[in-house]
């Protein structure tokens, strides 16, 4: 069974457009995540939720738009996509936010053209 | 501000080799210290986590350190095959009630290892 899971893997848009990415962990973990990796591989925390209230929220461009329905889904809005947002985006969840290990999805892919 | 440095960048070694991987990281006030393993195309996966008052900790073939007054960890690879071939990421947690579980990262070790 999956425990931390994207959809989809694979996205490719076009500038100017809106998507969203989902996550869902059925590992029963309050504190869900979501980060960044970059073309050079370099691994960047955007967001944090725990039961559904959001904790953490680097500098990211307010184009995008956490969601979390439940404790068990959160979900990433972007609007009006920029070639820069190209990247993978790995959704991960913890038991909690103090020094619990972090679970990791498989990543979505994302490509702006 | 933490910074994670990793060093090599990449390795390539024959199979069978011991090898030891290195993470710096500028701040020693931290919570833990974990490792991940990130397959191409894939997620990552931990590895180990050792905790600020831990020196290692051990996980079959792999062994992790950490000296957190000189700000260093090391993971340790015995007998290595070629199936350890990935990226191997090292991250680092501030302490407890700052910050709220977030995780700073070295940019990994690309470690290919060669029948």
């Known amino acids: 069974d999956t425990a931390v899971s994207q959809t989809p893997k694979y996205l490719v848009t076009q500038m100017g457009n809106d998507k969203s990415i989902k996550c869902e962990q059925n590992?029963?973990?309050?504190?869900m995540y979501w980060y960044k990796q970059d073309s050079k591989k370099f691994l960047k925390i955007m967001f944090s939720y725990n039961n559904k209230e959001l904790i953490i929220n680097e500098t990211v461009p307010n184009r995008f738009s956490p969601k979390s329905p439940d404790k068990a889904h959160l979900n990433l809005h972007i609007n009006s996509l920029e070639l820069g947002d190209s990247a993978v985006y790995f959704c991960?969840?913890?038991?909690?936010?103090?020094?619990?290990?972090?679970?990791f999805g498989p990543g979505t892919r994302l490509t702006v053209t | 501000k933490q910074e994670v440095t990793q060093i090599p960048a990449a390795l390539s070694v024959p199979e069978g080799e011991n090898l030891v991987l290195n993470c710096s990281f500028t701040d020693s006030a931290i919570y833990n210290l974990q490792w991940f393993r990130q397959d191409p195309g894939k997620g990552l996966t931990s590895l180990l986590l050792i905790q600020s008052s831990q020196r290692e900790q051990t996980s079959g073939r792999l062994n992790a350190s950490l000296d957190k007054s000189s700000g260093r960890s090391t993971l340790y690879i015995a007998a290595s095959q070629p199936g350890d071939s990935a990226t191997y990421l090292c991250?680092?947690?501030?302490?407890?009630?700052?910050?709220?579980?977030?995780?700073?990262f070295g940019r990994g070790t690309q470690l290919t290892v060669w029948p």
């Open positions: 590992l029963g973990h309050d504190t």
């Open positions: 991960a969840s913890s038991k909690g936010t103090s020094g619990y290990e972090q679970y």
């Open positions: 991250a680092v947690r501030p302490p407890r009630g700052s910050t709220l579980g977030r995780l700073y």
